[in-house]
């Protein structure tokens, strides 16, 4: 009997991680293609330059390639990483300290997905406000060979972090209480649906995104600056620079569409990462080997 409870708990953690890992993948590639437009107006917003001039309105899917190319891996990894975590911790932890475990393995998830998240952020941005027409794999390449691997191609690393462990430390946690607000409340402690998920977690991203919409700003004038400026650019330094020339406005610049952005991504990036994960583990479920 104790060696089937082993195995049933194996193969729970096993189903899990890759219902996790493959629900993660299809939520983000499922979000960052609907919403990609407000996006791109959110970074046009921020741009030094100007709306204007980074592009305005025309071609509002420029980019779109290398975000399709990192939105499904980071959005995997991400949580591959929190579930983990949170499922380690749950049985090990008391409940009132639980969301400290929900900031720390948010935390945790972030790094790991910012690994694969920076550099597509990098060509995607300057893809974004560019006026030319240079593929990603060239934009990406130049970054490379003329900054460097870390300064170039990973630039904004730090500010990125920087953004979304703040962002997650208040996403996540606000996302757990209102699902178990949602459920203890409203559902008698049933399991809530997808779309209850979804409405959760709308609530904490459009939370989360205007409330982090300075941090957001100084990681787009970083990733987006010129080689020579960037040498001497620090989180702080920008920081400083734009309140003092632009104020509290252009801290905020594109809070509107970031907020629009990340409110109508939660209710379809949980949503659909609930939805995925759900009909991944049915499936691994149905072909489970049986215990002999």
């Not at 890759?18 to 970074?43: H, R």
């Not at 400290?100 to 998240?117: I, T």
Request: net charge positive; aromatic share 14%; proline share 4%.
């Amino acid at each position: 009997m104790e060696i089937q409870t082993i195995v049933t708990e194996q193969y729970n953690q096993q189903n899990m991680m890759w219902s996790a890992f493959l629900g993660g993948g299809a939520a983000g590639l499922f979000v960052d293609v609907v919403l990609f437009p407000l996006d791109t107006l959110k970074t046009r917003l921020q741009a030094e330059q100007g709306f204007k001039s980074a592009g305005g309105f025309r071609g509002i899917y420029k980019g779109l390639g290398p975000q399709l190319v990192g939105s499904a891996p980071q959005a995997a990894l991400f949580f591959l990483t929190y579930e983990s975590i949170k499922e380690y911790c749950e049985p090990r932890v008391p409940k009132h300290a639980m969301p400290l475990v929900y900031m720390f393995g948010a935390s945790v998830a972030e790094v790991m997905a910012c690994l694969v998240r920076v550099p597509m952020e990098v060509v995607k941005q300057r893809k974004q406000t560019s006026a030319g027409y240079k593929s990603s794999w060239k934009i990406l390449m130049s970054a490379y060979k003329y900054e460097g691997f870390f300064k170039g191609v990973y630039r904004g690393f730090g500010s990125t972090i920087m953004r979304e462990i703040p962002f997650s430390v208040i996403q996540f946690p606000t996302l757990e209480f209102c699902k178990s607000m949602y459920r203890t409340k409203l559902k008698n402690n049933i399991h809530l649906d997808s779309w209850e998920v979804a409405i959760c977690g709308s609530l904490a991203g459009g939370l989360s995104a205007a409330i982090t919409t300075p941090l957001d700003v100084v990681k787009t004038r970083i990733m987006l600056a010129d080689r020579k400026t960037a040498k001497s650019l620090t989180f702080l330094k920008v920081f400083k620079r734009i309140f003092k020339r632009e104020g509290i406005r252009g801290l905020f610049s594109g809070v509107v569409p970031r907020t629009l952005w990340i409110f109508l991504g939660g209710y379809i990036f949980f949503g659909s990462y609930d939805f995925a994960k759900n009909t991944v583990y049915e499936i691994l479920e149905e072909r489970r080997p049986p215990i002999r």
